[in-house]
């Protein structure tokens, strides 16, 4: 089975503060994604990673980074947390180029900035 | 531009009755199409997918979904639910350029399974 896993459930950090979430997949996948989940916007895409060290950014990379040194890991940065960055966020990972597409997602982080 | 719209944002139905929940797509290319469902507080799981042949897609937990091309529709069905099939749907299609290919997400269906 497929495992993407994701470094915590829950997460509060306060405004300012610098947020490392961390994504792992076990499945040796070249395409990693990071989404954000909000209510009555389903998935909006963050930045995604083709490769290692190779990002690019989604549809909302506004206040955010990324990271893939390894290719098993792709780590989203928040360089300064802010109150609207407070929500669920999903990591996913797929094969490459022309396949399906399918994609697996790690349990979320849920993450509240007060 | 490809794009993916969920009619019902949410769906409320009593249990054991059927349910349908909608989606339809627009693309100019062939597409291939999923159903996730996500449980409250966890991730995403695959539900079913269309890549190819038979329109008709049986997936896990008794769902079903119908490719229809000429209605670009992608509906998903059960013809019993559970109190355990509440939890949000999302329909997705794949899109390709750039990079790799990506799958584009559409708002969810809150599906509400009543006692």
């Known amino acids: 089975d497929v495992k993407v896993t994701q470094s915590s459930r829950y997460l509060v950090k306060r405004t300012g503060e610098k947020v490392f979430l961390e994504c792992v997949q076990d499945?040796?996948?070249?395409?990693m994604f990071w989404y954000r989940q909000d209510p009555g916007l389903g998935l909006r895409l963050i930045y995604f990673s083709y490769d290692v060290k190779m990002k690019e950014k989604g549809d909302i990379p506004e206040g955010y980074s990324v990271s893939r040194e390894k290719k098993e890991r792709f780590s989203l940065i928040l360089e300064s947390a802010s109150t609207n960055q407070t929500s669920m966020y999903l990591c996913?990972?797929?094969?490459?180029?022309?396949?399906?597409?399918?994609?697996?997602f790690g349990p979320g982080t849920r993450l509240t900035v007060t | 531009a490809q794009s993916v719209t969920q009619l019902d944002s949410q769906v409320p139905v009593f249990e054991e009755a059927p349910v349908e929940l909608r989606c339809n797509y627009s693309?100019?290319?062939?597409?291939?199409l999923f159903w996730y469902v996500q449980y409250p507080n966890q991730g995403l799981q695959l539900l079913l997918k269309y890549l190819s042949g038979s329109t008709l897609v049986k997936g896990i937990n008794g769902f079903e979904a119908e490719f229809n091309k000429s209605q670009t529709s992608f509906h998903l069905r059960k013809p019993s639910v559970h109190i355990s099939d509440t939890a949000e749907y999302f329909c997705a299609v794949t899109i390709y350029g750039g990079a790799t290919n990506k799958l584009i997400f559409g708002t969810g269906t809150l599906l509400a399974v009543q006692p």
């Open positions: 499945m040796d996948h070249e395409n």
């Open positions: 996913a990972s797929s094969t490459p180029g022309t396949g399906s597409g399918e994609q697996y």
């Open positions: 693309s100019s290319v062939s597409v291939y």
